[in-house]
């Protein structure tokens, strides 16, 4: 019923006013969806509709359009400064853009908020670095969760989301990683190699340690979709992560009379 009221509400609304902040590509899977706002005839409010994107094909992406990949399915997503790779049943939301050059208008993302799921992103080095008021250069991409924060200025990190835990976990490749706790004061730095779990209880002190061996293996899963991309492949992501012939996306195995069900959240 959610997704006919989906397709129902597209037929009666226009597309509301947007900027373009990336590109969907590389597709893996039957069940990627991009969620985009429109404006509704009759009331005048945006609401958003989904467009199932086909195994393949490139899609170009709104400044706050919301990406959804099913059980079996996997993406990757060029923005200007950053790669993300996009693992199976996995949420997010563009939230925050700026322009990059005043002169093209080409558009900067800054912030991601992962609803639930997994995401590998390789952000490139900025060129300017921005001040905050301690006078240290301010991270210019984030990642959000529900229960953490997590900031780069360059780097090849990941980040995953269990909302039924409110569980967080974030593994640096390459680079250095902050990670801040929501609702606290926590931050800690997490190094390459390392990595770090945060909950949304104040009280469980942040500790950061060598990448666990089930973790190891959630990100190289994230990582099939990037393995032939000579970016994600670097010296440190192979040190780290060992042979890319190892990223393997290992689907579960689903009841045939299941196979070919939506996923609905």
């Keep these: 019923m959610k997704s006919l009221f989906l397709v129902l509400t597209a037929l009666s609304c226009i597309p509301a006013h947007a900027v373009v902040c ?9 069940s990627v969806e991009v969620l985009r706002l429109q404006r509704d005839r009759s009331t005048d409010d945006k609401v958003r509709y989904a467009m199932k994107v086909e195994e393949s094909k490139v899609m170009a992406l709104d400044c706050d359009d919301v990406v959804l990949t099913g059980r079996d399915s996997s993406a990757k997503v060029i923005f200007a400064d950053s790669k993300v790779a996009v693992g199976p049943e996995t949420r997010f939301e ?3 853009h700026a322009k990059r050059d005043s002169k093209s208008g080409e558009q900067e993302v800054n912030l991601l908020s992962l609803t639930y799921g997994k995401l590998r992103a390789l952000v490139s080095p900025s060129k300017e670095k921005t001040k905050e008021k301690s ?9 959000k969760t529900y229960s953490a924060v997590v900031g780069v200025r360059g780097t090849d990190f990941y980040v995953s989301y269990d909302p039924n835990a409110a569980l967080t976990e974030q593994v640096t490749i390459d680079g250095l990683v902050e990670v801040k ?6 931050v800690v730095q997490v190094s390459g190699g390392n990595q770090v779990v945060v909950t949304d209880k104040p009280a469980r002190v942040l500790s950061v340690t060598a990448i666990q061996d089930s973790v190891r293996n ?4 994230v990582s099939a979709v990037v393995r032939d991309d000579k970016e994600f492949t670097h010296v440190k992501a192979v040190e780290v992560l060992g042979s890319p012939k190892a990223w393997v996306l290992e689907r579960e195995k689903v009841p045939e009379n299941l196979k070919n069900l939506k996923d609905e959240f």
């Excluded at 006078?135 to 990642?143: K, L, N, T, V």
């Excluded at 706790?181 to 926590?186: D, L, N, R």
């Excluded at 959630?218 to 899963?221: L, T």
């Design 22 to 30: 990336g590109q969907l590509v590389g597709v893996k899977g039957s």
């Design 135 to 143: 006078g240290e250069p301010s991270a210019r991409f984030q990642i």
């Design 181 to 186: 706790q929501t609702g606290g004061q926590q």
């Design 94 to 96: 563009i939230s925050a």
């Design 218 to 221: 959630d990100v190289r899963r």
